[in-house]
């Protein structure tokens, strides 16, 4: 349930009164431990500042959370490791088929990535791997974002979006 315009401002006024300010209204949590929505407290703060309780000023940050698909990548790994992950050590590998069958839609998405990656090799028999271990990069980014709201690098932003594996919040 969606916490109401006077709950809101009496924790703002809380928060004032106790801290002498409120740094990121980000960080102002429902009494569930939920994030406020951040359009509803700036009504909130637009009212206060009108009859001079509180006045505020607006910090503008890019923040980005995970569609869908990018929590489901977040939590199992990206299409690219599913693939790498289904081809078995060693010199025999796997037929296409086989592997087409074993990750289902991730190879669609994943095997062109592996290869380009040079995590994998097409060979007569089938395909085989380049390498031991990997790192998912894109897993790894996915964390990231979720955990912070951003990435240190505005190229892995751009790439996860075009993928609309992230949206802007």
């Known amino acids: 349930m969606a916490i109401s315009p006077d709950d809101i401002a009496e924790l703002v006024l809380e928060q004032v009164d106790s801290h002498g300010g409120i740094p990121d209204t980000a960080d102002l949590r429902d009494a569930g431990g939920r994030p406020l929505d951040q359009l509803a407290v700036l009504g909130v703060l637009n009212g206060l500042q009108s009859r001079q309780v509180v006045t505020y000023s607006t910090i503008e940050l ?86 912070t709201g951003t990435h240190s690098k505005e190229k892995v932003l751009t790439d996860l979006k075009k993928r609309t594996l992230i949206e802007k919040q």
Do not use: C, Y
């Not at 569609?67 to 599913?82: D, L, N, P, T, Y």
């Not at 380009?116 to 990231?144: S, Y």
């Open 62 to 147: 890019e923040r980005w959370v995970l569609s869908k698909e990018g929590r489901k990548i977040a939590e199992e790994g990206s299409h690219e490791a599913k693939v790498f992950r289904a081809v078995p050590p060693g010199e025999n590998g796997i037929t296409m088929t086989d592997l087409q069958k074993a990750v289902g839609e991730a190879f669609k998405f994943g095997q062109g990535a592996a290869f380009k990656n040079k995590w994998l090799k097409k060979t007569d028999n089938g395909i085989i791997r380049l390498v031991e271990e990997i790192v998912d990069a894109t897993q790894n980014d996915l964390i990231e974002i979720q955990t």
